[in-house]
């Protein structure tokens, strides 16, 4: 629910019973006002009657106006003075009071029409809803139009913060408003910012510098063990520990490697780019990846027609090779891979065993199976370089194949 | 033939210097800019080994320098950070060939084999070793003057044994040499064995004597017995 929303509804209720209320209590004193008004009346005409009485020791004629009658009624009980409202031909307000004239006991009776107090009365209450009605609308207006245009400097900072992404570096732009809590909110969401794109470069710069300075280290420890190769004292055992030195070492630099790419993709340090034949460059790395292909008597098809896609020429043949290297090193002996590429997209499915792992984590750094010679970054880059170009990469697995769907 | 090493870190430079004496190379070392520029000044090298992050100023304006004072040393880069800049701008700059660290020492040796034929200071372009001649121009073989058809890969290794002759070559350089960085299959060494079988079997068929030997499976040695 919108907080106008909200806020209006709130507001609504509370105007509203304040109003009620409000209308109930006016319409009661109101009606007094006027009925004690008319009882003015009533004791003005009771007070001329008894004045008649005692001047002339005679009843007045009865009379009948319009809205007023006088009648007597000669009564031997004891009459109580009394103020009476009836409806009966109409809306009446009657004084009943003792009279003696003659030696003689009358009940009179002076009544005088209710209805000018009633129409007036009703009239109050249609002025007092009409001015209710517009009090909403005006209400209604004012949340509508002002409270959104107040609101303005809001939306435009959450949007900014919607829009906020790490590597795209941009910070968040400048709020036009003189409202103070949203200033304060947009300085603080500037400062938050700020920060943030701040710790992520220190993060980046130091995976960045880790991995350089990583590589003289390891260019050591090759040449170290390319020298004791040499040396000719060295028995089988010994040499078979220095294999397994070489293979880690192996490792690590491809890891390190790896790292580096991942973060000069990040950085944006691949700026120049072309058009690429995505069609070409897989018959080129399937000639490449041919003894691989060969030694696990893979079976290959490839259904391509020309496709053509803008980007940097190193990232396509990274993105090629690590597809094809996934689905050649994860393969069976004899399965197969199908291969269809076409203008927007480019499909490539491997058969082999179930995942050990959730599929929706595939594209994860250092994600893989136990039993996987990888060092798990193949797939986490084919995931990077898609996303710096906002391709569209899909894993799915069925009917035992595994394909993998690059829309571009 | 002089080699002029110049890397910061003293124990690489020390490691390469000592595999390339092995190859009969004459090795100088500078760990620093201005040490590297006196060497420069005072002599000629036929290769130098140039490390781009120096203290006191950085390798590519030694190589600036040097190539605006005419010299044409053959020049091999070594940088820590493998990035594409700067190969290109080192390679704009004149530099003959481009290492990223970490390398394998073969690997280093080979190209600075290939240097110093290029920029043909022993007068030829070819290698020959007993009855092996290698034509790097044409890329043929020739075994008591009968040619060998060799496929790339054979190719390759063959010139890539040449580079380091009578030294022990490690498969995971071999492997690196013949398929590059990004193919990080461990079966890569199951080929390697397949391709010095074939490259084996057709050298001595035409009466080349057998100089591939294998060392603890850990790698292999190009030399005489």
């Known amino acids: 629910m919108k907080l106008f929303t909200k806020y209006g509804r709130i507001n609504f209720l509370a105007i509203l019973s304040v109003l009620f209320a409000g209308s109930v209590c006016y319409y009661y004193i109101i009606r007094y006002v006027l009925i004690h008004q008319l009882d003015e009346t009533l004791k003005v005409e009771e007070q001329e009657i008894l004045d008649f009485v005692h001047k002339k020791n005679q009843l007045p004629e009865p009379s009948q106006y319009r809205d007023q009658t006088v009648f007597f009624t000669r009564t031997d009980e004891p009459v109580k003075r009394r103020f009476l409202s009836v409806r009966h031909h109409g809306h009446f307000r009657q004084i009943f009071f003792p009279v003696l004239a003659d030696k003689m006991q009358y009940m009179a009776m002076v009544s005088k029409s209710q209805e000018e107090s009633d129409d007036l009365i009703g009239l109050i209450v249609i002025i007092t809803l009409g001015l209710m009605g517009l009090l909403f609308l005006v209400l209604y207006l004012v949340n509508r139009l002002v409270l959104r245009k107040l609101w303005r400097p809001f939306y435009q900072t959450l949007s900014s913060i919607k829009q906020f992404h790490l590597s795209s570096q941009r910070t968040i732009p400048d709020l036009n408003t003189d409202i103070n809590e949203f200033q304060e909110l947009g300085i603080a969401v500037q400062e938050m910012a700020r920060k943030v794109l701040q710790d992520y470069d220190s993060v980046k710069n130091f995976a960045d510098n880790a991995s350089h300075e990583m590589q003289t280290p390891?260019?050591?420890?090759?040449?170290?063990?390319?020298?004791?190769?040499?040396?000719?004292?060295?028995?089988?055992?010994?040499?078979?520990?220095?294999?397994?030195?070489?293979?880690?070492?192996?490792?690590?630099?491809?890891?390190?490697?790896?790292?580096?790419?991942?973060?000069?993709?990040?950085?944006?340090?691949?700026?120049?780019?072309?058009?690429?034949?995505?069609?070409?460059?897989?018959?080129?790395?399937?000639?490449?990846?041919?003894?691989?292909?060969?030694?696990?008597?893979?079976?290959?098809?490839?259904?391509?027609?020309?496709?053509?896609?803008?980007?940097?020429?190193?990232?396509?043949?990274?993105?090629?090779?690590?597809?094809?290297?996934?689905?050649?090193?994860?393969?069976?002996?004899?399965?197969?891979?199908?291969?269809?590429?076409?203008?927007?997209?480019?499909?490539?499915?491997?058969?082999?065993?179930?995942?050990?792992?959730?599929?929706?984590?595939?594209?994860?750094?250092?994600?893989?199976?136990?039993?996987?010679?990888?060092?798990?970054?193949?797939?986490?880059?084919?995931?990077?370089?898609?996303?710096?170009?906002?391709?569209?990469?899909?894993?799915?697995?069925?009917?035992?194949?595994?394909?993998?769907?690059?829309?571009? | 033939m002089k080699i002029l090493i110049i890397e910061d870190e003293k124990s690489l430079s020390d490691n390469i210097a000592a595999y390339l004496r092995q190859e009969d190379y004459t090795c100088d070392t500078a760990d620093n800019y201005w040490a590297a520029m006196e060497k420069i000044e005072c002599y000629n090298y036929e290769c130098i080994l140039l490390d781009i992050g120096l203290p006191g100023g950085s390798g590519l304006s030694i190589l600036k320098e040097l190539r605006s004072n005419h010299k044409m040393d053959g020049v091999l880069m070594i940088s820590a950070k493998n990035s594409l800049e700067d190969k290109i701008s080192g390679l704009k700059l004149g530099a003959d060939d481009y290492l990223a660290k970490p390398f394998h020492l073969s690997e280093l040796s080979a190209r600075v084999g290939a240097i110093i034929r290029r920029k043909n200071f022993d007068g030829s372009n070819n290698i020959s070793f007993n009855e092996i001649m290698i034509d790097t121009l044409a890329r043929t073989v020739l075994v008591n003057n009968k040619e060998v058809e060799l496929t790339r890969k054979e190719y390759q290794l063959l010139l890539y044994f040449a580079g380091n002759k009578g030294r022990v070559i490690s498969r995971n350089a071999i492997a690196e040499h013949l398929w590059g960085d990004d193919m990080d299959l461990a079966d890569n060494f199951d080929f390697i064995y397949t391709h010095i079988k074939n490259l084996r079997k057709k050298m001595t068929h035409l009466g080349c004597g057998d100089y591939i030997q294998s060392v603890y499976g850990v790698g292999y040695k190009f030399s005489e017995r």
């Not at chain 1, 490697?257 to 058009?275: A, G, R």
Request: aromatic share 8%.
């Open chain 1, 218 to 408: 390891l260019a050591i420890i090759n040449s170290r063990l390319d020298l004791m190769i040499q040396d000719q004292k060295l028995d089988e055992r010994q040499m078979k520990q220095l294999q397994g030195i070489y293979d880690a070492t192996g490792r690590l630099t491809k890891l390190n490697q790896s790292l580096l790419l991942l973060t000069k993709i990040d950085n944006n340090q691949f700026v120049n780019v072309k058009d690429i034949s995505l069609d070409l460059l897989i018959k080129e790395k399937i000639f490449e990846l041919d003894e691989l292909i060969h030694a696990k008597h893979l079976q290959l098809s490839v259904n391509a027609s020309p496709a053509s896609v803008q980007m940097n020429e190193y990232l396509a043949d990274i993105l090629i090779n690590n597809l094809m290297s996934n689905a050649i090193r994860h393969n069976l002996e004899n399965g197969k891979i199908d291969i269809i590429i076409c203008p927007g997209m480019l499909k490539i499915s491997n058969t082999s065993d179930p995942l050990g792992f959730d599929g929706a984590g595939i594209f994860d750094r250092f994600q893989k199976n136990a039993q996987s010679q990888g060092i798990g970054l193949g797939l986490a880059i084919v995931k990077q370089i898609s996303d710096n170009y906002h391709f569209i990469i899909d894993y799915s697995y069925f009917n035992d194949l595994h394909t993998f769907t690059l829309r571009f």
